[in-house]
């Protein structure tokens, strides 16, 4: 590097460089990235700091800029023994390093050579003028190759060429590289050598360095805060030793004639070993804007510059950007957790399950807000050792969940479900002039079996009205579904880790209590086509019969918000029920319980087809201005047919979501579902329930997307439906009504469409919802007459 601070003073000239012999010269060259990954695991060379201070120096290392009349000499090796690779890693480690160079014609002004046995000028210091010019310059250079002058070991006298450098005012910084020979470094570095010896193995570290020998006073001053810190450090050199390995049995001659004698003989081999050099190595800190510690709740903080963070947060955190609690229940719920505190669960168990109760209701409870929160613990045994609504804050119900005990015992699950039914809600409430008629949640915590029965003591708390959860690890999914009776009230994790992950997961489930899962007040047209078919047979019908009735669940069925149609489907299709049949949850669910099976072979053509001109109408029943979704569910058979008229339906503006359970072409899957994000395949019926919940979020999905209240076409009779501002109205031809439902009758002339006069623009899509069921019992009435 040649250096100079203006116009009026001489350059300083300063030479980052490897050591070659070149004439009368003999430097070391910038080069980075030449060991191996193994390799750097040997450490070469290691500052003895904390992880921490090594991130501060490396933070630092990527933020320096030196601005300075500063003449910048980069020298590659570009000899045969480096190699092509050691070379363009070379290169890439002095384009790194002009990073930290505030390259312009009044400041840095940088050059390269390339050498071997004899050097070559890449180009001159005065040829690029900006940093990307003289990096873009970089990376064109090409490998020359030629005879070994040096690659860690020079071959000529480096002391005197170093000497005539340094006379000349040239300021020598000596980078290594492989495993360089630390002791000729200190020779070629200027003084003090500790301070002018860099390794490429870490770039950023390698800017540091620079940058902190040049600040003063060569380059501008630090950022404020930062400052030059001494810091002990051990630099290696590998080096080839001789070592004795032993004596040998030999052979030697004899002074007897034709005769030779035993002998031991020394045996020596060559061994590489790494020599230590302590030293010190000089690096720029920043102030780091974590030391603050400013993320909360266990977050991590990460440096983003000299003054800007971001805070990782843990799950049930990230409120803000320190971490404050985000997650809260949002919900009034009187809440009971039971905790499997037998033998079976282990201490390591109940120690997870602590620590998961105690993070969720940190996460969950406001600080001052007064709470209905209990925790029961069991073996063979039942206790109540924080009782329902019996802290009034989140710091002493903390202490009580902290002075849990573990106890051991037999698993008595069935035994424990019971107890708290019975005897878990009956504190007093919050308010004693309020009455405590919330709803009631049991979470479970097990992750062991249950030696004795669960199934009736499940169904005794149920009939108590109270909502079970489960969650445990992936092998008690079994138990767990047969406690809750629901695999979408079940949780299951598969590490330590996962548990963590599912808080938000269990704060949706404690929520859903009193409230569908599904599409709460958004309103949706469904309907299901069932393969009722031979293929499927009637053990798996039923199954998908019951999945139907399970999903009905978790929607409002009303009128004027969720409508379920239902199809079977053999080879011919059949409606079971239309959109506007039933208007209660009960009357669908008793409906859906006689479903017959069909059998014969499938055809999912026929039974989409069949629910595009019988069920997604308007004088079937289906609503215009609502969102409309078709679930097909199969064995796979009978679905070669079924692509075109799925097409048609989306073209109407109809969701097609295929669940297909069995063997089937995917690509034919795809062609009918029309998006991967609208198809379930599956390869056995037992693990439909388990995708439910995926299901349902997928229709709710669209229920909640933007309609088009002409898709599909509400008009009959071939009218034509035109949009107007949230509305529309029907052309009709031959026909009248708001719908083209009526007949023009001869000698009467075509009416218009029974809109207000001016404001149908503004209807709501629910409005015409009212006014299109108006307009069909009208119809009705009328057909009934003629």
């Known amino acids: 590097m040649f250096l100079s601070s203006s116009p009026k003073t001489p350059r300083k000239k300063m030479i980052s460089c490897r050591f070659v012999t070149m004439k009368f010269l003999a430097f070391e060259s910038i080069c980075i990235f030449l060991l191996s990954q193994a390799l750097l695991a040997l450490g070469i060379q290691q500052i003895h700091v904390g992880q921490e201070m090594i991130g501060k120096i490396s933070a630092a290392g990527q933020l320096m800029q030196c601005s300075a009349s500063l003449d910048v000499l980069f020298l590659l090796d570009g000899s045969y023994s480096i190699g092509k690779g050691s070379f363009e890693r070379s290169k890439h480690f002095a384009s790194k390093l002009c990073d930290a160079l505030d390259i312009h014609p009044d400041r840095v002004r940088v050059g390269m050579i390339q050498f071997s046995s004899t050097p070559h000028l890449e180009f001159p210091l005065d040829s690029y003028l900006t940093k990307q010019e003289v990096k873009e ?145 000089f690096r720029t800190v920043c102030p780091d804007p974590c030391d603050s510690q400013p993320c909360q709740n266990g977050g991590t ?42 033998a079976g669960v282990t201490l390591e168990g109940f120690l997870r399950f602590k620590a998961f109760l105690k993070r969720f209701l940190q996460a969950m409870v406001g600080q001052d807000s007064p709470m209905s929160v209990g925790v029961a613990q069991y073996d063979d045994s039942v206790k109540v050792p924080i009782e329902l609504g019996q802290h009034k804050d989140a710091l002493s119900l903390m202490e009580s969940i902290d002075a849990l005990d573990f106890s051991g015992g037999r698993t008595l699950t069935g035994r424990a479900l019971q107890y708290v039914a019975q005897h878990g809600f009956r504190s007093a409430p919050v308010f004693a002039d309020v009455q405590d008629d919330l709803p009631r949640v049991v979470v479970l915590l097990t992750d062991s079996k249950s030696q004795d029965s669960v199934a009736e003591a499940a169904k005794y708390a149920k009939d108590q009205n109270i909502f079970l959860i489960g969650i445990g690890s992936s092998f008690m999914r079994a138990e767990l579904t047969m406690v809750t009776g629901n695999p979408q009230q079940t949780i299951v994790y598969s590490d330590p880790q996962d548990l963590f992950n599912r808080m938000p997961e269990l704060q949706r489930k404690i929520c859903s209590v009193g409230n569908p899962e599904g599409c709460q007040a958004q309103s949706l047209d469904l309907a299901f086509a069932v393969d009722a078919s031979s293929g499927v047979g009637l053990e798996n019908f039923l199954r998908l019969r019951h999945f139907v009735r399970s999903s009905c669940l978790h929607f409002i069925i009303n009128r004027d918000v969720t409508q379920i149609a239902l199809v079977t489907y053999g080879s011919k299709a059949h409606t079971v029920f239309a959109l506007d049949t039933h208007t209660s949850s009960s009357a669908l669910l008793q409906a859906i319980d006689q479903v017959p099976f069909l059998g014969h072979s499938a055809s999912a053509g026929s039974a989409l087809q069949h629910v595009h001109s019988d069920i997604m109408t308007v004088q079937k029943g289906a609503r215009p201005g609502v969102n409309k979704v078709v679930v097909l569910l199969s064995n796979g058979g009978g679905m070669q047919d079924a692509a075109a008229p799925a097409q048609q339906l989306r073209h109407d503006g109809i969701l097609v979501f295929v669940v297909v359970i069995g063997d089937a072409e995917r690509d034919t899957l795809l062609r009918v579902a029309g998006s991967p994000n609208y198809l379930v395949h599956l390869s056995s019926y037992e693990d439909l329930q388990y995708y439910q919940g995926l299901i349902i979020e997928r229709i709710c999905e669209e229920a909640r997307s933007p309609v088009n209240l002409c898709k599909p076409n509400p008009c009959m009779n071939q009218g034509v439906c035109i949009l107007g501002p949230g509305s529309y109205r029907c052309q009709c031809h031959g026909w009248e009504g708001p719908h083209c439902e009526s007949r023009v009758l001869r000698g009467d002339s075509p009416r218009p469409p029974a809109f207000p006069p001016r404001s149908h623009g503004q209807w709501s899509p629910r409005g015409l919802q009212h006014f299109s069921r108006a307009l069909q019992h009208s119809k009705r009435h009328v057909d009934q007459r003629h």
């Open 137 to 281: 310059r970089i990376k064109r250079t090409v490998f020359r190759g030629g005879s070994t002058e040096t690659d860690g070991k020079s071959q000529g006298s480096t002391a005197m060429p170093a000497m005539q450098v340094k006379e000349r005012h040239i300021t020598v910084f000596a980078v290594g590289i492989k495993f360089p020979r630390w002791e000729e470094l200190q020779v070629l570095a200027s003084e003090p050598s500790e301070r002018h010896l860099l390794f490429a193995g870490d770039a950023e570290d390698a800017a540091n360095g620079l940058y902190s020998t040049l600040s003063d006073p060569v380059c501008t001053a630090t950022a404020p805060g930062c400052k030059v810190e001494s810091h002990p450090c051990e630099r290696r050199t590998l080096e080839t030793v001789k070592e004795l390995a032993g004596n040998y049995v030999c052979w030697k001659g004899s002074k007897q004639p034709n005769a030779v004698q035993a002998s031991l003989c020394p045996f020596t081999r060559w061994k590489r070993v790494l020599i230590k050099h302590p030293s010190r190595c």
């Open 301 to 342: 903080c990460v440096p983003e510059g000299l003054d800007r963070y971001h805070c990782l947060c843990l799950l049930g955190y990230g409120g803000d950007i320190h971490c404050a609690a985000k997650l809260s229940l949002e919900c009034s719920v009187d809440l009971l957790f039971l905790m499997d505190s037998s």
